[in-house]
């Protein structure tokens, strides 16, 4: 993986020294709250309700063992011993105070970390496909570009004051595992028929308060030219994305304005005019950065482990959790380890130092001193020898993190919800908690099948519950906490909506209202049908009437 | 069930140095709710609030908060103003709720009512 | 004491502000150079100009630089204003003044202007400052030298990280 080198290393101490006078200005009067508040953002500090909260910067998910291993140094030192990985890949300490804010940053420099745009009118973290170098069908390691990406982006002059925020994500596989249909840009690489690397540009995608899948603009984009069509397309937002409504301030209002078609003209014709041998990073250092994701040295090992077939055979939760946690590797004898943060009754996306302290073992012991942060807020050891395998899900087993439950009905996306957030409506840890504990049972979620829940508790969608097979939106009526549900929809390749299924739904009854639904789809349903699959064809009468039955 | 009466005002914003929810109160600004000064007269809260605002290096966008009274305690009228005053109810060990005592209590056990009307306005100035 | 900073050869300096910024309802000095709002100065720019006198164009950031187009090599100068620190367009203005209009003369950043921001501009290509708080020369030197290294190419002529890897600099 990329290792920061002398350059990002010095960017990173010289920022620190920045936001640290920043930090001293402010709270000596220097500057008043409305023109800190930008800075401390695109430094990832927020003031929630009960304390600030950081949020760190993982850029393209990945971390080594010891960044991992500092971010629970992080949290047990300066916040309560917890952290909780987000939809986009960071992590958010909950109970940061601001003038431990320069230690933090400091502490984290020193193994490359930061939280430089985490939030903020900015170009933010940006993602990757979470399996990126380790599965077969990539056809490049998007993290190289992304990387290009980030440090063209780490404060870029022109584009840090955005009338909005900016999201973007890189995926690498004909199977999007990015969400980007979702992003201000996404982008899916491909191989031209003459062997050329490129990019197939979406933009104006978007959740919160007006959904949009975002419409494609550029089939193939050469790769070498990413940062100076990036630039372009950046330009035309920032000079005329709209301004005066924050709610209508995010590229995908001036997409849909414009529509695709003249918006793409905007940014070609922008492109065009632009000096790209200026801006596009010659190769060498594509090859420099591309040298920094070489596979790590794999062993050639058979592609069946005796030993692991025979614990399949004698050991049915290690059975469970090579069938649902455990994905095929492009290198035999190698496997994918996701490791869910999704345990029934915990928080989604939590992990405590010491669990951190414990996968970082696991990664340098086992994976090539590699982890993933998942979108799904769980976390991946992105290459694990097979024969290994038992003895990381004992070790995961051992700190509670081995649960077999990825894309079950318990691995549910929640955001911090009115627990923390200041921009909440309602709370979404605890709908996820009680959902979660209500299909823990392992024969129950199986039968089910993969279903994708996702939770947000304001219309801001950081739970992305538009694109979940079932969405459930927090809001706030006279007071009390309703949900409103919706169906159908997906981020990834089969990327639609949801559909609104009709009234909000009081708290207290939002559970038995996810029961009905799944209790339609197992008598819809054809035999291994999923259940997006069954409202996608039979639609969402008898959902609706499920739900809605004993109300009336 | 106890009567419940909307009458009540008080004063929050979070501090600058450590983001702590606080609340205008006896000689400053205090950490717990039930330290908190309540006011029955509108004109006191605004008054106190401009006094607030007047130290914007100690305290973030101080606002005002509806406070009614369940039976004899007081109890901020909206969830999100209750979530603040107790700590986050996912984690009951964490924020101020793990110190206890009769007023958290009633806070915790309170419901319904409406959102934070003093952050709307916030929310809507911006 | 004069509220405007310049840049000259890359240092900041107190100086003279040798035009008067004209409001569209103010009456126009017998003498003296002025900075125009754009309307004005498509009024009234071409008399100023045949007459001799310096003349500086101020935008708003819905203004596109491009109208200047036809104009620039006659203004004395381009005041780019920012009604709120937060807005972001002038960056881009100001970049496609210097680098695609070939701009260049001074360009001015007028309204909310704070210390924070100031290095973006100056990276952006402004050479003069009108601070709506309290930054002085010395402060303007200090925000634009505290990152030792940029890492992307802009209208300033700092060289990016990935062209210093490739001369192998840096203590690595």
């Known amino acids: ?552 | 069930m106890t009567a419940t009466v909307s009458l009540l005002k008080a004063v929050t914003g979070n501090r600058l140095a450590d983001g702590e929810v606080v609340f205008w109160g006896e000689g400053g600004w205090r950490e717990r709710f039930p330290d908190a000064s309540l006011f029955a007269d509108p004109a006191d809260a605004d008054a106190a609030l401009d006094a607030a605002k007047a130290d914007p290096t100690v305290i973030v966008d101080p606002y005002i908060i509806d406070v009614r009274l369940d039976g004899e305690f007081p109890v901020p009228t909206s969830f999100r103003e209750r979530v603040r005053a107790l700590g986050p109810t996912t984690h009951l060990d964490m924020g101020k709720q793990a110190e206890g005592g009769p007023i958290l209590e009633a806070i915790a056990a309170a419901s319904g009512a409406a959102r934070s009307a003093g952050r709307s306005n916030l929310i809507k100035k911006r | ?172």
């Not at chain 1, 309560?80 to 890949?89: C, D, L």
């Not at chain 1, 930061?114 to 990757?128: E, L, V």
């Open chain 3, 1 to 172: 004491m004069p509220k405007l900073i310049k840049l000259i050869d890359g240092r900041p300096a107190w100086a003279e502000d040798p035009f008067l910024a004209v409001a569209d309802e103010d009456a126009m000095p017998g003498q003296g150079g002025v900075i125009l709002s754009l309307t004005r100065f498509q009024a009234e720019g071409e008399g100023l100009l045949a007459a001799g006198r310096a003349v500086g164009v101020r935008l708003e950031p819905s203004e596109a630089v491009e109208g200047l187009a036809y104009d620039l090599p006659r203004l004395a100068m381009v005041a780019l204003a920012f009604p709120k620190f937060r807005d972001g367009r002038q960056y881009s203005q100001a970049t496609l003044l210097r680098e695609r209009l070939g701009y260049t003369g001074e360009i001015r950043a007028v309204g909310d202007v704070l210390r924070e921001q100031a290095n973006y501009m100056v990276r952006c290509g402004f050479d003069a400052f009108e601070f709506n708080d309290n930054t002085g020369p010395e402060e303007l030197a200090y925000v634009t030298h505290r990152f030792r290294h940029v890492y992307q190419r802009a209208a300033d002529d700092k060289t990016p990280i990935f062209v210093e890897r490739m001369k192998g600099g840096a203590d690595a």
């Open chain 1, 1 to 552: 993986m990329y290792r920061y080198d002398a350059f990002d290393a010095e960017m990173l101490q010289d920022r620190t020294a920045e936001f640290t006078d920043q930090v001293r200005r402010r709270v000596a009067g220097d500057m008043t709250e409305d023109q800190f508040k930008p800075l401390r953002l695109m430094n990832g500090l927020y003031m929630q309700l009960h304390a600030y909260m950081l949020r760190v910067a993982i850029p393209y998910g990945t971390l080594s063992g010891a960044q991992l291993r500092r971010l629970g140094h992080v949290a047990r030192t300066w916040d309560r011993g917890f952290g909780h990985f987000t939809t986009r890949t960071n992590i958010q300490l909950n109970w940061i105070k601001l003038k431990d804010a320069p230690a933090i940053l400091e502490s984290m420099a020193e193994v490359g970390l930061h939280a430089i745009q985490t939030s903020g009118n900015c170009i933010r973290n940006i993602t990757a496909d979470p399996y990126a170098g380790a599965n077969a069908e990539e056809v490049d390691d998007p993290r190289v570009w992304v990387e290009a990406m980030r440090q063209w982006s780490t404060f870029h002059p022109e584009f840090s004051y955005l009338p909005r925020k900016f999201k973007i994500a890189i995926g690498a596989a004909p199977n999007d595992r990015t969400a980007a249909r979702i992003y201000d840009i996404g982008m899916k690489m491909r191989r031209a028929r003459d062997g050329k690397l490129g990019f197939e540009v979406m933009v104006g995608g978007g959740l919160g308060r007006t959904p949009y899948l975002g419409p494609t603009i550029r089939e193939f984009l050469p790769a070498e030219h990413l940062l100076s069509y990036m630039t372009a397309i950046m330009r035309v937002y920032n000079r005329h994305g709209r301004r005066d409504n924050i709610h209508k301030a995010r590229i995908k209002i001036l997409v849909a304005s414009l529509g695709a078609e003249e918006f793409a003209r905007q940014v070609e014709t922008e492109w065009e005019a632009l000096d790209k041998a200026a801006i596009d990073v010659p190769e060498a250092e594509i090859a420099r950065i591309r040298a920094s994701f070489a596979s790590p040295a794999f062993k050639t090992l058979p592609a069946i482990n005796d030993a692991v077939e025979a614990l399949k055979a004698a050991s049915r939760p290690f059975a469970q959790f090579v069938k649902h946690n455990v994905l095929a590797h492009k290198v035999p004898g190698y496997v994918i380890v996701n490791v869910s943060l999704k345990a029934p009754g915990e928080v989604p996306g939590d992990c405590t130092s010491d669990q951190m302290d414990a996968i970082a073992d696991l990664a340098e012991r086992y994976g090539f001193d590699e982890t993933r942060v998942h979108f799904d807020q769980n976390l991946i050891l992105p290459h694990v020898a097979l024969e290994d395998l038992p003895a990381v899900y004992e070790g995961l087993r051992a700190i509670g993190l081995a649960t077999p439950n990825i894309g079950l009905t318990s691995d549910i996306i929640a955001c911090p919800g009115l627990d923390y957030c200041a921009l909440a409506n309602a709370r979404a840890i605890p709908v996820a908690q009680e959902i979660a504990t209500r299909f823990a049972d392992m024969e129950v979620a199986e039968d089910i099948g993969e279903l994708r829940i996702k939770i947000s508790g304001c219309i801001n969608a950081c739970g992305h519950h538009h694109v979940g097979h079932i969405g459930i939106l927090g809001v706030d009526k006279k007071g009390e906490e309703f949900y409103q549900v919706s169906l159908g929809g997906s981020g990834l390749e089969d990327a639609r909506l949801g559909d609104i299924i009709g009234p909000a739904i009081a708290g207290p009854k939002v559970t038995d209202a996810i029961e009905a639904l799944i209790n339609t789809y197992k008598k819809e349903r054809t035999t291994g049908e999923r259940f997006v699959d069954t409202y996608r064809r039979v639609g969402l009468a008898p959902f609706k009437a499920a739900v809605y039955a004993e109300a009336h």
